[in-house]
């Protein structure tokens, strides 16, 4: 099969469209023919900086239909078409993976939809209701709220009856936000996050701050009401995640830490990603696709996804 693979770490032109073998099929995976690759957040940072083994196949999302079936397996059949997570080998055209971190594509979910939902909708539901809490009327911050997990963010907070403020630049951006559910959303090129965010909420601040960016996070707290919860999840602005923990300490403030790797074959994760599909099935949810590349450009698309500012995901086609 072709995947796009690399020897060593580095920028986007160390990956290699090549031929590789064909994955097997273990007695508890489904094997993939895939349609639609999701470029996640930790996609790019494995490429630039996790060594692997060579031809490594870099990729944690991807979908499509299944074309064969592990000994174990009982709930999934060849020709299903089904979302899949794993930490390694969504860039190819074939991917085994446990049938246990797949979910059933609902009709009417494109399957670029169905490859970006589990991670960023997932990921986006965990931070906001089951670490965050949050609750009706509370004013939400988003760092980053144009990418995937922002996005979903932004939907989810608006259906829990939140006020949502957003951090984006750019004006068409901006009224995509809004037209999600965004209450407000703040241009950093333009105006401090934390003063803005202070003017909007009466001096008070925001109940609950959702920070995938990781460079931003004293901004963040900075941002947080007394007792409020800062959320942080991944580290999509590079570098240390140093912070004065001495202000959140006098504000009785609480810090979560999200990292899904480990959790999506929670039953109460899967449920939620499988009612996440439904509701775009239903149409109340929207997965945001920025642009698609076909798997042999995955070096243009991961410089794309990178230094381009997508609106939502960047997807391959294999």
């Known amino acids: ?6 020897d060593n770490p580095g920028p986007p032109t160390v990956l290699k469209y090549a031929d590789v073998p064909d994955p097997i099929c273990g007695p508890d995976n489904v094997l993939i023919a895939v349609e639609a690759i999701s470029i996640e957040g930790g996609d790019l940072i494995n490429r630039r900086s996790t060594p692997q083994q060579p031809s490594w196949i870099v990729g ?4 499509g239909t299944v074309i064969a079936v592990g000994e174990n397996v009982r709930d999934r059949a060849i020709g299903e078409k089904v979302a899949a997570f794993d930490m390694r080998g969504s860039h190819a055209e074939l991917w085994s993976v ?3 971190r797949t979910w059933l594509v609902p009709d009417g979910v494109e399957m670029a939809q169905a490859a970006a939902l589990p991670i960023s909708f997932g990921t986006a539901y965990h931070c906001l209701i089951t670490k965050g809490g949050l609750r009706e009327a509370e004013t939400v911050l988003i760092q980053a709220a144009a990418g995937g997990v922002g996005l979903a963010a932004i939907q989810l907070a608006r259906d829990a009856g939140a006020t949502v ?4 630049s750019g004006s068409e951006r901006q009224a995509r936000l809004r037209s999600l559910g965004a209450s407000h959303v703040i241009d950093r090129l333009e105006k401090d996050v934390v003063e803005e965010v202070l003017r909007l909420t009466g001096r008070k601040g925001a109940d609950l701050v ?3 960016v990781g460079s931003t996070l004293q901004a963040s707290l900075s941002a947080l009401a007394p007792e409020g919860r800062l959320v942080f999840v991944g580290n999509a602005g590079g570098g240390s995640l140093n912070v004065d923990l001495w202000q959140p300490m006098q504000n009785n403030q609480t810090l979560h830490g999200v990292f899904m790797g480990s959790l999506f074959e929670r039953p109460a994760v899967y ?3 499988s009612q996440l599909l439904e509701a775009v099935a239903e149409g109340r949810m929207e997965v945001v696709i920025d642009r698609a590349f076909p798997l ?6 991961h410089e ?3 230094t381009a500012k997508p609106l939502g995901r960047v997807v391959m086609t294999p």
Not at 60 to 63: D, V
């Open 1 to 6: 099969m072709k995947a796009a693979v690399y």
């Open 60 to 63: 944690y999302a991807a979908a």
């Open 98 to 100: 446990p049938a246990s």
């Open 165 to 168: 403020i957003a951090v984006a």
């Open 210 to 212: 959702i920070d995938p």
């Open 271 to 273: 449920r939620t990603v």
């Open 296 to 301: 042999s450009d995955a070096s243009k698309a």
């Open 304 to 306: 794309y996804a990178e």
